[in-house]
Structure formats: structure tokens, C-alpha cells
Nanobody
């Protein structure tokens, strides 16, 4: 069974930090591009960050550059999203995504709320 399980979301004050984790199973993790998406209330889902199989290529949406860091540990079948200097506009459900060719798998999402 292909499975992606996110964790680490929660409520945090503006300027605070959270680290999201995505644990993968059921496929060869090291062969897949991994991504983090988010969907805020009233907005379409957007790609936040992506990382290739060994981390050689990493991309971020402009709004999180300099604040978020995506990383992966293939030996642990896990991808992370370190989020610093959080802003209220970062509030969203964050989803882990794995892709290889036509294959695409999604986690269930984890809620991140940034509010004072």
C-alpha cells in the first residue's frame, strides 16, 4: 500500500517555527520527487516546495523563499519542511506529494495555523 503520512502541524504565533514531516511507505522513496503543497481557505492548492531524488534540485514558491526549507532523508523514507518566520498567510492545510512519471500520491494533510 502506497502511503504518505504528514505530521507536525499545529497552532503557532506569527514569527514562530514548525517542522512538518512526511513518512512514506509502499514504494521506492529514493526514486521519487517529493513535494509539499498547501491549500488555504478560499484559495487553490499551490506548490510550496519540491525536491528531487537526491536533493540536487530544490524549488520554492516565491512567498516562502528564505523562510522555508525542504529536505529529505532517503534512508528514513522521510521528507521535511522546516518553516520559520511564519506569517498568518501561511495558514493552510499542508500536503505531502510523491511523483514519478504518471504516478502521484498524496498524504491526508496537516493543518498549520499561524495566529496571535
Amino acid at each position: 500500500q502506497v502511503q504518505l503520512v504528514e505530521s507536525g502541524g499545529g497552532l503557532v504565533q506569527p514569527g514562530g517555527s514548525l517542522r512538518l514531516s512526511c513518512a512514506a511507505s509502499g514504494f521506492t522513496f529514493s526514486s521519487y520527487v517529493m513535494n509539499w503543497y498547501r491549500q488555504a481557505p478560499g484559495k487553490e492548492r499551490e506548490l510550496v516546495a519540491g525536491i528531487t531524488t537526491t536533493g540536487v534540485s530544490i524549488n520554492y514558491v516565491d512567498s516562502v523563499k528564505g523562510r522555508f526549507t525542504i529536505s529529505r532523508v532517503n534512508a528514513k523514507n522521510t521528507v521535511y519542511l522546516q518553516m520559520n518566520s511564519l506569517k498568518p498567510e501561511d495558514t493552510a492545510v499542508y500536503y505531502c506529494n510523491a511523483r514519478f512519471g504518471s504516478f502521484s500520491s498524496w498524504g491526508q494533510g496537516t493543518q498549520v495555523t499561524v495566529s496571535s
